[in-house]
């Protein structure tokens, strides 16, 4: 296996608050994700996904509230830049089974859109499209993931999420509603989900939801996770050993694939979603030119309906200290 320097260098200076904080602070040299903001209303998350890389720093537990969230929240609201996107969520999901009760999210994007705040919802999540009402008024997108349509399969790689078609027809509520949707096939199993017609099936039941766009990438191994994978599949124990741990790439705590085989992967998907007409992306896999949508992230879908509050002055104070 071998292992390379990660090339991080640090963000540009952006204000940030206590929840609201810069996506990625110190970029990953392999990251193409423009500079952006990351939120996160829970911590934890009940979908358990089986290839969640959060838990190996949170443990794996149900979606709880931030501690003190709604005045974090408001408090932050008034530091921040708008002219930087604001990522819901990357390290949990926003619509979680949780959420319809607590509404959280909800109340979230009702703070941020009417003051104009970019929002891309990244989420697995059906309750997303109780919420088209808000999210259509004001600059969102939002982008969905979707591994496989195989619901055995998606069942054990994502015990508490919604099964694929249930994702399906969220994707179709909120497209016909005017809310732009993209995907993310994300990630692709090799010798599990990569096969051909597994990635046609993801492709057309999206594009016939309203779909425009797709990132993918290659699952990237960590210790904790990737023993959670085998013990699912035990059939890829063998294979998964000799691809990631002899094979691969030790990239920035992940065991990556041999860089030949993620790139037959992502060609695979690149020239399927090309076909159905989709903009593509691939996702911290070192193939910037594979790209053909202005992001990798999606955040190009979102549109421009109210203009963020002018706040250039105050900004510029904050940067000068």
């Given at each position: ?302 549109p421009l309906r ?6 250039q002055k105050e ?7």
């Amino acid at each position: 296996m071998s292992s390379r320097d990660s090339g991080k260098r640090p963000r540009p200076k952006i204000p940030q608050g206590s929840i609201i904080g810069v996506f990625d602070p110190w970029r990953s040299s392999l990251c193409t994700c423009p500079l952006k903001y990351s939120l996160n209303p829970y911590t934890g998350c009940s979908h358990f996904c089986l290839y969640c890389y959060a838990t190996s720093y949170i443990g794996r537990r149900k979606s709880t509230p931030k501690k003190d969230y709604r005045r974090r929240l408001l408090r932050d609201i008034s530091r921040i830049d708008p002219r930087y996107h604001i990522d819901i969520s990357t390290s949990s999901d926003p619509y979680p089974p949780e959420e319809a009760t607590y509404k959280i999210t909800r109340w979230t994007l009702e703070q941020l859109i009417p003051k104009g705040f970019r929002i891309l919802i990244v989420t697995k999540g059906v309750l997303v499209a109780r919420d088209a009402d808000i999210l259509s008024m004001g600059n969102a997108a939002v982008t969905v993931t979707i591994t496989t349509m195989d619901r055995e399969i998606a069942a054990k790689l994502e015990p508490g999420a919604p099964p694929p078609q249930e994702r399906i027809r969220a994707l179709e509520k909120l497209s016909k509603a005017g809310v732009p949707v993209g995907i993310r096939l994300d990630p692709v199993f090799p010798l599990l989900t990569d096969e051909e017609h597994m990635i046609k099936e993801v492709l057309e039941a999206v594009r016939n939801a309203g779909a425009r766009f797709v990132v993918t990438s290659v699952y990237k191994a960590r210790p904790d996770n990737l023993r959670r994978v085998v013990s699912a599949f035990p059939e890829l124990e063998k294979n998964y050993n000799e691809i990631y741990r002899r094979q691969g790439e030790r990239i920035s705590g992940y065991w990556y694939p041999p860089r030949h085989l993620r790139k037959k992967i992502l060609d695979r998907v690149r020239t399927l979603a090309l076909s159905y007409g989709f903009e593509f992306a691939t996702c911290r896999e070192g193939f910037p030119e594979m790209n053909t949508a202005p992001t990798c992230d999606g955040s190009h879908l979102i549109p421009l309906r109210i203009k963020p509050e002018h706040r250039q002055k105050e900004l510029d104070n904050w940067l000068r200290g």
